[in-house]
């Protein structure tokens, strides 16, 4: 989308970004992108009334959620946010941050999170014009249908939104979709960071060829088909899954101990090999996977991963890297990532800031965002450009 196509609709309020304390630093990339980006437009109507605070030093809202002794806490807008297209920024897994109560330091839980996000939203009290929630990993995504007699935490928390007068919800790379059925009248948007994994990918291992005959796409389990088949369809590679095998006769850690990981595909010798699902929680899955490619030879393993959780520690993927059994590792910055993590020698980082201001500065112009959603164009061009700068190197050699 051009500037120029930007600026054939006015804002459809004053822009203001909310980012909570989970959020401070994506947010203030995310701000410095636009303010870069307005700053530098022009438009004969840019000075009018339905341009008001449209070029300004940041679009961020002061806001602050102040703790009791108890442990209690309240939401504050320190600015007035009336008439504002309001965007709220929130990590619900950002575990560093830590508060007080009666003394005693506790870490932040999703649940906290999301109670400081209805804080929040409640202090605008109906004063903005429109509120939209831009919530990377979806807050109890993972609990997102009913197996027992148990609870739809997923399906609760978008009605609690929706019903504090939220317009909008979007999401990155939901675990399952199908959740938004619980708002079917409001706006769920679901963003896959394919785009961003395919440069990132590609800028690290600039000899990779992306095509059937060297490459492979690996989904880890069924529940991630979807995304490898996209992925693979993109760059015109062969795609492959396992399947777990559970013991269903014990729970461990919440869930059904896996029994082996059983492959469904082609012949992966010599290939690279690209592995792609939504989250690593412990990662041993992941690495059981890796270590199944391996022993059916495949030649570098690449894997991607949008939310990089690591609730055990990096101990294994360092290990399994000395070994051998995966050559890089890619996240995005949707959640929250630790020094140590960004100082492994095996990991590079999907940046997601500039997606998200793409995201917000469109939204704010009521836009389009479908070539956001679905950017295969994007995509195939940047493939291109990539496949010409490598024929021009094999002719210069």
């Given amino acids: 989308?051009?500037?120029?196509?930007?600026?054939?609709?006015?804002?459809?309020?004053?822009?203001?970004?909310?980012?909570?304390?989970?959020?401070?630093?994506?947010?203030?990339?995310?701000?410095?992108?636009?303010?870069?980006?307005?700053?530098?437009?022009?438009?004969?109507?840019?000075?009018?009334?339905?341009?008001?605070?449209?070029?300004?030093?940041?679009?961020?809202?002061?806001?602050?959620?102040?703790?009791?002794?108890?442990?209690?806490?309240?939401?504050?807008?320190?600015?007035?946010?009336?008439g504002c297209?309001?965007?709220?920024?929130?990590?619900?897994?950002?575990?560093?941050?830590?508060?007080?109560v009666n003394g005693h330091e506790n870490h932040m839980s999703p649940d906290d999170h999301y109670q400081d996000l209805k804080r929040l939203i409640a202090a605008a009290s109906g004063k903005a014009r429109r509120?939209?929630?831009?919530?990377?990993?979806?807050?109890?995504?993972?609990?997102?249908?009913?197996?027992?007699?148990?609870?739809?935490d997923c399906a609760i928390a978008l009605q609690e939104l929706v019903n504090m007068g939220v317009d909008s919800i979007i999401t990155f790379d939901a675990h399952d979709p199908r959740v938004q059925n619980a708002i079917p009248l409001y706006s769920f948007e679901t963003v896959q960071p394919t785009y961003q994994f395919i440069k990132a990918l590609l800028r690290k291992v600039p000899d990779i060829t992306l095509d059937a005959k060297h490459t492979m796409v690996i989904s880890p389990d069924e529940g991630a088909m979807t995304r490898a088949v996209y992925f693979g369809t993109v760059i015109g590679a062969d795609v492959g899954m396992f399947y777990k095998r559970r013991d269903y006769t014990q729970v461990v850690g919440g869930r059904n101990p896996i029994v082996a990981h059983e492959y469904l595909g082609?012949?992966?010798?010599?290939?690279?090999?690209?592995?792609?699902?939504?989250?690593?929680?412990?990662?041993?899955s992941m690495l059981d996977v890796a270590r199944e490619l391996k022993e059916r030879k495949a030649r570098r393993i690449f894997i991607?991963?949008?939310?990089?959780?690591?609730?055990?520690?990096?101990?294994?993927?360092?290990?399994?890297?000395?070994?051998?059994?995966?050559?890089?590792?890619?996240?995005?910055?949707?959640?929250?990532?630790?020094?140590?993590?960004?100082?492994?020698?095996?990991?590079?980082?999907?940046?997601?800031?500039?997606?998200?201001?793409?995201?917000?500065?469109s939204l704010n112009h009521d836009q389009s965002i479908s070539e956001f959603l679905n950017p295969t164009e994007r995509i195939q061009k940047f493939i291109s450009q990539y496949k010409k700068k490598q024929e021009a190197k094999s002719t210069e050699k």
């Fill in 266 to 284: 082609s012949d992966i010798t010599g290939k690279d090999v690209i592995i792609i699902d939504d989250m690593i929680s412990s990662g041993e």
């Fill in 131 to 152: 509120i939209t929630v831009i919530m990377p990993f979806l807050y109890e995504g993972r609990q997102h249908k009913r197996s027992a007699r148990e609870s739809l």
């Fill in 304 to 361: 991607c991963s949008t939310f990089g959780l690591f609730t055990n520690g990096f101990a294994k993927f360092d290990e399994a890297y000395s070994q051998g059994i995966f050559d890089l590792l890619i996240t995005t910055n949707l959640v929250y990532q630790t020094e140590e993590l960004l100082s492994r020698p095996y990991y590079t980082t999907a940046d997601m800031s500039k997606y998200i201001a793409l995201l917000i500065d």
């Fill in 85 to 100: 297209d309001l965007y709220f920024l929130v990590d619900v897994t950002n575990y560093s941050l830590l508060y007080s």
């Fill in 1 to 82: 989308m051009s500037q120029d196509d930007i600026l054939s609709t006015i804002p459809v309020g004053k822009l203001g970004i909310v980012a909570l304390e989970s959020c401070k630093t994506i947010g203030k990339k995310v701000d410095d992108y636009i303010v870069e980006w307005r700053y530098n437009r022009s438009h004969e109507e840019i000075d009018t009334i339905n341009f008001v605070d449209y070029k300004k030093e940041s679009y961020l809202i002061d806001a602050t959620c102040p703790r009791f002794g108890t442990g209690e806490a309240k939401g504050y807008l320190k600015e007035s946010i009336r």
